[in-house]
């Protein structure tokens, strides 16, 4: 079982910056890819970065690129997303998620098997 807890959410300024950070409980190849998902009010859960754990390729979602960094520490089993410039539609309850096996969709969050209990992101304008 993979235990994940997001940190980091908090209320911003628009064009401010959050660092989110993912702990999980294991942290290795046999966990395809890692990702962060959101879900505004009234909205449908999102994919908004990926990250596949062994090759450490990225994807995003067309509307953070640029603004938002994947990144991973394997050494403390711990997932990050860096957000910058951020804005009143980013406002959202950010999930931390993780698949086991190959997945060529990882942003889709039914390809996703764990989850985290999110940290919410509140931007202001």
């Known amino acids: 079982q993979v235990q994940l807890v997001e940190s980091g959410g908090g209320s911003v300024q628009a064009g401010g910056s959050l660092r989110l950070s993912c702990a999980a409980s294991i942290y290795t190849y046999s966990i395809y890819c890692m990702g962060w998902f959101r879900q505004a009010p009234g909205k449908e859960r999102e994919g908004v970065a990926v990250i596949r754990t062994g090759a450490g390729s990225t994807n995003y979602v067309d509307s953070v690129k640029g603004r938002f960094t994947i990144s991973q520490d394997k050494t403390k089993k711990t997932l990050y997303l860096e957000m910058n410039s951020l804005r009143p539609e980013d406002t959202a309850m950010y999930y931390c998620?993780?698949?086991?096996?190959?997945?060529?969709?990882?942003?889709?969050?039914?390809?996703?098997?764990?989850w985290g209990k999110g940290t919410l992101v509140t931007i202001s304008s």
């Open positions: 998620a993780a698949r086991m096996g190959y997945s060529s969709a990882c942003l889709n969050s039914g390809n996703m098997g764990y």
